[in-house]
């Protein structure tokens, strides 16, 4: 009858099992396995991989291992240290399952990865009993490998978004969408010119000349950044951030209209800002009453109301010569409501006019991006917040990593 032998867990190289240890009158409960290096392979250099001969002295390690069911299981081992004729100097040996400067071995590191795709740092800290700061590293470590390298090949259209890191400008950090895939190509600190400059900086001429076309909102640092890096690539400006620039031209007139409205206009101007900026599609039945009352009772408020469903017609048009012709008619009809803001916006309006007839020839927005950065927001709260920006840029990049590229949409 043969006798059972753990040591086939831990079919290492060049180590032997030679003890075992059980402790269950302890919590948690732990099994501390002693290993020994096999004399009969020659020991190589950590560092070079190189022979080595037997140097003065070994170094003992406890590491820590995958657990068996629901004992921890610590590694006891005992290090040769060996001279390296290559390096010069003596170093310790090598190990295939563990570096000699970490504390846990590599099957239980690619484990602690493996968890930290679907839970936070914290729960796999709680859930292997380890500190917070090695899951975070050993999951960082894995990311930098896997996402450290951007990857530019194949890149045709891109959306280009900021997203909030933390309170102020520091705290924006600009994402660039592969729009065909879906996948995050790239991340970077800051929302200014020389944020997107970097990421530029990390294509071939080739693959800048590649780009066709570019998703943004009308934010001049990314303008300028795509500009100077592609200038043969059209620039399409956001429908969503087009609206809402009205919108809040819109809330203006609102405000001005109270201000000049008596005691009983103003009831019903008083509390209408949500239903003015909201599609009336989103609104409940008797909110669209009072809208309608609203409406009614303000012929100036009606007019930029009924405005802001044709601008999104503008949007609906693949041919580029009527586009024009829509947004130029649309503009003479604002003009005549007479209102300093509505007449700055005709203005941004006019001045991004390509950005928004771009549109007709790649249907495009950063619609995409949007939902990127709701999913974000999940990955923030989940992480209570990050500190370490490159940390947080691999999270992102691992959240989306593309699929198989797709037909243009809008």
Request: aromatic residues 10%; positive net charge.
């Given at each position: 009858?043969?006798?059972?032998?753990?040591?086939?867990?831990?079919?290492?190289?060049?180590?032997?099992?030679?003890?075992?240890?059980?402790?269950?009158?302890?919590?948690?409960?732990?099994?501390?396995?002693?290993?020994?290096?096999?004399?009969?392979?020659?020991?190589?250099?950590?560092?070079?991989?190189?022979?080595?001969?037997?140097?003065?002295?070994?170094?003992?390690?406890?590491?820590?291992?995958?657990?068996?069911?629901?004992?921890?299981?610590?590694?006891?081992?005992?290090?040769?240290?060996?001279?390296?004729?290559?390096?010069?100097?003596?170093?310790?040996?090598?190990?295939?399952?563990?570096?000699?400067?970490?504390?846990?071995?590599?099957?239980?590191?690619?484990?602690?990865?493996?968890?930290?795709?679907?839970?936070?740092?914290?729960?796999?800290?709680?859930?292997?009993?380890?500190?917070?700061?090695?899951?975070?590293?050993?999951?960082?470590?894995?990311?930098?490998?896997?996402?450290?390298?951007?990857?530019?090949?194949?890149?045709?259209?891109?959306?280009?978004?900021?997203?909030?890191?933390?309170?102020?400008?520091?705290?924006?950090?600009?994402?660039?969408?592969?729009?065909?895939?879906?996948?995050?190509?790239?991340?970077?600190?800051?929302?200014?010119?020389?944020?997107?400059?970097?990421?530029?900086?990390?294509?071939?001429?080739?693959?800048?000349?590649?780009?066709?076309?570019?998703?943004?909102?009308?934010?001049?640092?990314?303008?300028?950044?795509?500009?100077?890096?592609?200038?043969?690539?059209?620039?399409?400006?956001?429908?969503?951030?087009?609206?809402?620039?009205?919108s809040m031209a819109i809330d203006n007139v609102r405000r001005n209209e109270y201000r000049r409205?008596?005691?009983?206009?103003?009831?019903?101007?008083?509390?209408?800002?949500?239903?003015?900026?909201?599609?009336?599609?989103?609104?409940?039945?008797?909110?669209?009453?009072?809208?309608?009352?609203?409406?009614?009772?303000?012929?100036?408020?009606?007019?930029?109301?009924?405005?802001?469903?044709?601008?999104?017609?503008?949007?609906?048009?693949?041919?580029?010569?009527?586009?024009?012709?829509?947004?130029?008619?649309?503009?003479?009809?604002?003009?005549?409501?007479?209102?300093?803001?509505?007449?700055?916006?005709?203005?941004?309006?006019?001045?991004?006019?390509?950005?928004?007839?771009?549109?007709?020839?790649?249907?495009?927005?950063?619609?995409?991006?949007?939902?990127?950065?709701?999913?974000?927001?999940?990955?923030?709260?989940?992480?209570?917040?990050?500190?370490?920006?490159?940390?947080?840029?691999?999270?992102?990049?691992?959240?989306?990593?593309?699929?198989?590229?797709?037909?243009?949409?809008?």
């Amino acid at each position: 009858m043969s006798s059972l032998s753990i040591s086939g867990y831990f079919p290492f190289a060049r180590v032997k099992v030679v003890g075992q240890s059980i402790h269950l009158d302890c919590q948690p409960s732990g099994t501390l396995i002693r290993l020994e290096p096999d004399r009969r392979f020659r020991p190589v250099c950590h560092d070079c991989g190189g022979p080595g001969t037997i140097h003065s002295g070994n170094l003992r390690r406890i590491i820590r291992d995958l657990n068996m069911a629901c004992a921890q299981t610590q590694l006891q081992v005992d290090y040769r240290r060996v001279w390296c004729q290559a390096c010069g100097t003596a170093r310790v040996e090598h190990m295939e399952f563990a570096d000699p400067g970490k504390r846990i071995t590599h099957r239980l590191a690619r484990y602690v990865y493996d968890l930290c795709k679907v839970m936070t740092v914290q729960d796999v800290a709680r859930h292997l009993d380890l500190d917070p700061k090695t899951v975070k590293e050993v999951d960082k470590h894995f990311l930098q490998q896997e996402f450290g390298q951007t990857n530019c090949d194949g890149l045709r259209i891109l959306a280009v978004d900021e997203i909030a890191f933390s309170c102020g400008l520091v705290g924006y950090m600009t994402v660039v969408l592969d729009y065909l895939s879906g996948r995050v190509v790239w991340v970077g600190q800051g929302r200014v010119r020389q944020t997107l400059d970097g990421f530029f900086a990390l294509m071939t001429e080739a693959q800048k000349q590649a780009i066709e076309a570019v998703a943004m909102d009308c934010w001049e640092a990314y303008i300028n950044s795509v500009q100077l890096n592609c200038p043969q690539a059209k620039i399409v400006f956001d429908f969503f951030h087009i609206v809402k620039g009205y919108s809040m031209a819109i809330d203006n007139v609102r405000r001005n209209e109270y201000r000049r409205a008596s005691e009983d206009q103003r009831r019903f101007i008083k509390g209408s800002r949500y239903l003015l900026l909201r599609n009336r599609e989103n609104l409940q039945p008797q909110q669209q009453v009072k809208l309608d009352e609203l409406l009614a009772a303000n012929k100036r408020l009606n007019a930029a109301y009924i405005l802001k469903d044709q601008l999104k017609e503008i949007y609906s048009y693949s041919d580029r010569r009527l586009a024009k012709e829509a947004l130029d008619q649309w503009c003479a009809l604002a003009a005549e409501i007479n209102e300093s803001s509505i007449a700055r916006f005709i203005g941004r309006l006019q001045r991004f006019e390509d950005g928004i007839l771009n549109h007709c020839d790649y249907p495009i927005s950063t619609g995409r991006l949007e939902g990127v950065n709701n999913k974000i927001k999940v990955i923030k709260r989940r992480a209570y917040g990050f500190h370490d920006h490159a940390y947080f840029a691999l999270k992102v990049k691992q959240a989306f990593p593309g699929h198989p590229p797709t037909t243009l949409s809008g």
